[in-house]
């Protein structure tokens, strides 16, 4: 059983059962164990009852009872060996009394002995029979009503009277608790249900036509709108990564069309006699394209990256002797540089220069940096002049690579990080994807990646969040 309504149900239907069946057995408990006290309290609330109904005459004594009370009478006759009462004044006289014998009320003992307030008890004809004794105040006086009955009248009141209709009772409220809370608990269910129901629909709805959809959470029950909130978070991903697949592809296809129709362009061509150097540079262009465009998507995905500590200095001069004989074509001199804090005084200049010598440790992918330096200092080798240096600045928060070339327009800053944008004094063809393939690594890393003119040149900030 997996609906959850289905369970609230059978839930609520487990406890109302169990809640009857609990005040059952402790009323029956209660009821077998103090059954004397029961009786004693039953003949005292009847004795009580009884002499609120007495009628006194002008003088001041009692003469019977009300029209309420004189219509149970009847039971006093019927009932004379089990069920009596009498009225006494202060000296113990009876002044009236039910038809019971004379052997009922002298198996009481004296009179006099039961004028006060209470119970007491006695044995009769083989039974067991409990009275109580109410003191009636009126015109100064004091009377004395007195309340018997048989142990087995009451024990026949409550076993064949009582406790059917309590039982009767306890079966109506659990009727009435089943079908009217039941009913009530059902449609609240139900209103509480709706909201899910309506994300469900929701939820269905959302396909890649559609992947920008979100599911609302106003009316979710606040016990949900977590689970409601990580499926959306979910969807965000989702969508990103469809997203960025969908870039890919419309780039990838624009960027290999042009490629791709010059190498058509050059097989024909050499039908005519024309060499094959110019189809090899659109071969190794397009290949170039080809692999830029790879490295974007899969810069694009946080999943494929495994972060571990990693020594910045060593990854920075990793790079730079990869690109040691790409900077010597071009006459560029490469170096990296660890910037520590200022030591403050002259006099402790080899702390200072241990000090800035300490390395700084990033948690990050080694080849997604690894890619990141390279980018970075491929696009600066092209852009600065023979002769020059290119420099890589470590510092315990960030870390820059410095050209000394022209730099660049305040116009085109905003625009460097964009696909497929090349700056003007770029030696090469490249694809125009390496700074974008930058900011993809720094953002998927929580980094922030900007450019800051210099002059001359340009520098590349890679900074910690």
């Known amino acids: 059983m997996s609906s959850l309504t289905a369970k609230m149900l059978v839930a609520y239907l487990v406890g109302v059962v169990l809640t009857v069946a609990t005040l059952v057995l402790v009323f029956d408990g209660v009821a077998s164990w103090r059954g004397t006290v029961y009786f004693d309290e039953d003949i005292s609330e009847f004795a009580e009852e009884l002499s609120e109904k007495l009628v006194f005459d002008a003088s001041g004594t009692p003469v019977g009872f009300d029209e309420e009370a004189r219509q149970y009478e009847w039971m006093y006759a019927k009932l004379k060996d089990d ?6 004044d202060a000296s113990g006289r009876v002044v009236f009394a039910s038809p019971a014998s004379q052997e009922f009320w002298a198996a009481s003992g004296p009179g006099a002995l039961r004028l006060k307030q209470g119970n007491f008890s006695f044995e009769y004809a083989g039974q067991s029979m409990r009275g109580a004794t109410e003191v009636v105040r ?31 009772g306890m079966g109506l409220f659990a009727t009435t608790l089943l079908l009217v809370f039941g009913v009530c608990a059902y449609l609240t269910l139900r209103r ?19 992947v920008h959809g979100r599911l609302q959470v106003d009316r979710v029950p606040t016990e949900i709108v977590p689970l409601v909130e990580s499926f959306n978070r979910a969807l965000d991903r989702l969508e990103r990564g469809y997203r960025v697949q969908q870039e890919f592809l419309a780039t990838a296809a624009h960027e290999l069309k042009t490629p791709l ?7 024909e061509r050499m039908a005519e006699g024309k060499g094959p150097d110019l189809l090899l540079q659109d071969v190794e262009h397009m290949t170039r394209q080809v ?23 060593a990854a920075a001069g990793e790079t730079v002797q990869y690109l040691t004989r790409m900077a010597s074509a071009r006459e560029v001199a490469l170096d990296v540089v660890v910037v520590g804090s200022d030591a403050g005084d002259e006099s402790d200049a080899s702390d200072a220069a241990a000090e800035s010598h300490r390395s700084v440790t990033w948690d990050a992918d080694r080849g997604a940096l690894f890619t990141l330096l390279k980018n970075l200092l491929e696009n600066a080798i092209q852009h600065a002049p023979a002769g020059s240096l290119v420099s890589v600045e470590i510092e315990a ?29 770029r030696r090469d063809h490249g694809a125009g994807l390496g700074l974008a ?5 720094a953002e998927a890393h929580g980094w922030t990646l900007s450019a ?8 590349m900030v890679v900074k910690k969040s």
């Open 397 to 425: 928060d960030r870390f820059s690579v410095r050209d000394r070339g022209p730099g660049v327009t305040p116009h085109q800053l905003s625009r460097i990080f964009g696909r497929f944008w090349r700056g003007a004094h």
């Open 138 to 168: 009126h015109g100064g006086r004091d009377w004395y009503f007195q309340q018997a009955g048989s142990a087995r009248l009451f024990e026949l009141f409550h076993l064949e009277y009582a406790m059917p209709f309590m039982s009767k």
């Open 261 to 267: 129709a010059l190498i058509r362009a050059q097989v």
């Open 452 to 459: 800051q003119p210099e002059d001359p040149g340009l520098r």
């Open 437 to 441: 393939i930058c900011q993809e690594i």
């Open 83 to 88: 069920l009596a009462y009498r009225l006494l």
């Open 291 to 313: 692999q830029q465009l790879l490295l974007l998507a899969e810069a694009s995905e946080t999943q494929n990256y495994v972060f571990t500590p990693t020594d910045l200095e």
């Open 192 to 210: 509480v249900l709706r909201p899910l129901h309506e994300v469900s629909a929701s939820a269905a709805a959302i396909s890649p036509r559609s």
